[in-house]
């Protein structure tokens, strides 16, 4: 029943002279900020705090660290070259194969008791 003398209820009432009032610029933004704070909240804000959780990790990778990359390779940290942002990784232990791997692209850290399972 509401909803009968809502447009009633929404509409601005007329100005002294017979002339409809001025809307509020700030109202008919409002739904914009709204949109734009649900937006922060749900999306951007969880966003920034995951690329500062993924960067705190490169940046404490450490030697005998094991490691997986985003291809998949998973290896044991065996040099660090800061200089030029890159990780050397052991990924065969019979042959002592190593591989240079920008530090970008490392996924993940893995524990040791990851590792012998």
């Given at each position: ?15 002294a002279n017979g002339e409809a009032a ?35 990790m490169l940046n ?58």
């Amino acid at each position: 029943m509401l909803y009968n003398y809502l447009p009633m209820l929404m509409a601005a009432p007329p100005a002294a002279n017979g002339e409809a009032a001025p809307v509020n610029p700030l109202m008919q933004f409002l739904p914009i900020i709204l949109m734009f704070v649900i937006l922060w909240f749900l999306i951007i804000r969880p966003q920034r705090n995951q690329q500062k959780k993924q960067l705190e990790m490169l940046n404490n990778i450490k030697i005998h660290d094991t490691v997986v990359t985003t291809g998949g390779i998973i290896g044991k940290v065996v040099n660090i070259k800061k200089e030029k942002n890159i990780l050397v990784v052991r990924i065969d232990e019979t042959n002592n194969t190593k591989i240079e791997i920008q530090r970008h692209a490392i996924a993940g850290v893995i524990s040791n008791e990851e590792v012998k399972s």
